[in-house]
């Protein structure tokens, strides 16, 4: 099929009919003859249908909360098949137990078609091998990572969940919590893939897993060995090469081949303060001298401390700085002095008016980037800052420290003028994941970002900044100190805010469907500055706020 | 990789469930119907597993299944609806079954160009496919009439199919 098929097309009409169920017995009758007589509208038809069929799909897999998320669903169709779950079901009665995990990994899955793997890059046209793993299921938590430099894009925090897929260090050591309770340390340089939450394989590294009792069976993986864990901790180095050594620092573990075909399966079992080295060739003795243990949990903790209270102190550098910045309408660094206070200060120095602090409603005094950091927790729909931000500007930087904990609604607001008056800006997010400004100019102009926030964004610390920039007539939105998107600005106009929310929104007469906007999340900064930040001043303010390395 | 072979079946039909399901759907145009027959097809593909000769691929011999599975399904419907003969259905089939081995390929096109719609048309997808408020509901809540929204629904598929076809012919995918 080669012309484009216009909306008036009649195959096109005949099979929207069909589809609605409103088609006549004689347009059924023309319909069938075009599939029957001319393979070209047969093809139409085909594609024209799986559209249809991947709408249908992608609409029911979308909007199935993240698992992680507590949500309630309402089943208005328990008969419609929702999503890959109901396949667990079908299975539950076939199939033995052992099975469901394996089955609920690999199929419950919640395809946000535009999740990206967590680190694994995978163009999107590179065919999967046929044990590749769905990306989008967290199976578990990166809970510490110390002096990390990562060997892939994605700069992961401690926080963010993890789906099944690559781990790559180029130094530094991280703390991965399995859901099945397994915990791991990697120190790097390593590469460890995460298969399922009872497996992993190392491809090199240094790795320390303990694994408690609701945990047996976990098994690491090498291209000669798999260890499997019958209980507590083991150490497991390998080189570049493959060869490398196993050491039980508590408990058992039995060492598998990896090629059960030609020898058999558990090669040998070891118990507290044993080990072996093995090469490439498959051949396994057991070590002489106990090789040097791996940096253990309580080490890493403390140097998880020592990072905290340096990138701190380098953010209190950058928060003295801030105050005294004589563009800036509105600082709120979150730094109050007490768990009573129920006002949130304009840190600025040039502070405009005392109207310009906000009032806390409802939120909760919590941490906030660093243990020592303060922040607000933004839960119930009623959770609210409210401010009063007079004036008028040309251009305006909206800038904002945020741990997004869930995506409850289509939108989420992280500053919104009371209703949408003309002049008014809304800056917000969608359940997508992208970053939206919208100004209210005639209709209403709304600025998307692409979708730029992934699942694995949730839980952790992220920057966000938006600039309106009047000089230049775009709008441009950064996340984590880089651009992601430039958009023109037709007729820049002067905006407003005049009364206005952190983390909600107050409708006015705006009732709509969307007129619940709650954050569900945490912000320890925010700041208003009263002109166009640079790209090189919102990449530097960043660096100094980043809670990683 | 060593799998047994349920977990392997399990990780094939995973990852092929949509395609088989939208294989379904080209026949079946009725959304529960075509449900019914892709939960018929899974337990068949199940019992007939052992059957599976690994050389083949598997795509195509699910929807092989698939395929008998639609006519034995219509053959015990009642005639109140609109059903296409099984010399169509054998066309259409067999149209698809060349174009297998592009499958997933095509369905990840067909997720970059739904990220490529509008917010609040993926909006209107979203609520229009979801399922849990008819088109009348939904028509009532953007203020559209159902006419104008199933024509609305009509543009934006085509407007995917469109993106899907120039996507395909560039080299935007990487392909």
Known sequence: ?549 | MNQIPHEQFVSLLARHHSLIRGFIGTLLPHQNDADDVFQQTCLVLWRKWDSFDETQSFSSWACGIAFYEVKNFQRVQSRDRHYFSDEILSLIAAQQSTALPEAEHRQRILQHCIQKLDAESRKLIQDCYHGDLSIKEVAEQTGRSCDALYKKLSRLRLRIMDCMQQTHHSAEMGS
Not at chain 1, 77 to 96: D, K, Q, T
Not at chain 1, 173 to 200: D, F, H
Not at chain 1, 310 to 315: E, I, L, M, N, S
Not at chain 1, 333 to 344: A, I, V
């Open chain 1, 1 to 549: 099929m080669n012309q484009k098929p216009t909306p008036d097309n009649q195959t096109i009409l005949l099979i929207d009919a069909f589809l609605q169920g409103t088609i006549s017995d004689e347009q059924q009758a023309e319909l069938e003859q075009l599939l029957t007589s001319d393979p070209e509208q047969r093809q139409l038809y085909i594609d024209y249908m799986q559209v249809h069929n991947g709408l249908s799909t992608w609409a029911n897999e979308t909007t199935e909360p993240a698992d992680w998320i507590p949500h309630s669903v309402s089943e208005a169709h328990p008969s419609r098949l929702r999503s890959p779950r109901f396949l667990l079901m079908l299975f539950s009665s076939l199939i033995a137990a052992s099975l469901l995990l394996s089955l609920a990994y690999y199929v419950g899955w919640n395809t946000r078609p535009n999740s990206s793997p967590v680190i694994a890059e995978s163009p999107i046209d590179q065919p999967a091998d046929e044990t590749s793993q769905p990306q989008t299921d967290h199976i578990a938590l990166l809970t510490q990572a110390v002096g990390v430099e990562w060997d892939t894009n994605r700069n992961l925090q401690a926080g963010a969940g993890l789906s099944a897929g690559w781990l790559k260090l180029k130094q530094g050591t991280i703390q991965v919590e399995l859901i099945s309770g397994a915990s791991i340390l990697i120190e790097g340089p390593a590469a460890v893939n995460l298969i399922s939450p009872l497996k992993a394989f190392c491809q090199f590294g240094k790795v320390r897993a303990s694994v408690p009792e609701q945990a047996h069976g976990f098994t690491m993986e090498t291209s000669k060995l798999n260890v499997v864990d019958l209980g507590t901790e083991f150490t497991l180095s390998l080189d570049q090469s493959g060869s490398g050594q196993v050491q039980v620092i508590d408990g058992k573990v039995e060492l598998h081949s990896t090629d059960s075909q030609t020898t058999p399966a558990n090669i040998q079992s070891l118990t507290t303060g044993e080990g072996v080295q093995f090469d490439q060739q498959g051949t396994v003795d057991l070590l002489k001298e106990a090789i040097l243990p791996l940096i253990n949990p309580e080490e890493l903790s403390q140097l998880v401390e020592q990072q905290q209270a340096r990138q701190f102190q380098r953010w209190q550098k950058q928060n003295a700085t801030l105050k005294t910045d004589p563009s800036i309408i509105a600082y709120y660094d979150f730094e109050e002095t007490s768990n009573w206070l129920r006002t949130l200060n304009n840190k600025s120095r040039q502070k405009p008016s005392s109207s310009t602090n906000g009032a806390i409603v409802g939120c909760q005094w919590t941490s906030g980037r660093w243990p020592q950091k303060r922040g607000l927790e933004f839960k119930r729909t009623s959770d609210r800052v409210r401010t009063h931000i007079p004036g008028e500007y040309q251009s305006l930087t909206f800038m904002a420290w945020v741990r997004i904990e869930g995506f409850d609604r289509w939108l989420s607001s992280l500053m919104l003028t009371d209703g949408y008056n003309p002049g008014n800006p809304h800056w917000q997010l969608s359940d997508k994941g992208e970053m939206i400004l919208g100004v209210k100019t005639g209709p209403g102009k709304n600025y998307f970002s692409p979708v730029v926030l992934q699942p694995t964004d949730l839980g952790r610390w992220i920057f966000l900044v938006t600039v309106y920039d009047h000089q230049k007539r775009e709008v441009v939105h950064y996340l984590d100190g880089v651009a992601v998107s430039h958009h023109t600005i037709d007729t820049p106009i002067p905006l407003v805010i005049g009364p206005a929310e952190i983390g909600n929104w107050r409708p006015q007469e705006h009732t709509d469907t969307h007129s619940i906007r709650s954050l569900n999340g945490r912000l320890d900064e925010f700041a208003l500055f009263g002109r166009a930040l640079s790209p090189d001043e919102i990449l530097q303010l960043y660096q100094s706020g980043k809670p990683n390395s």
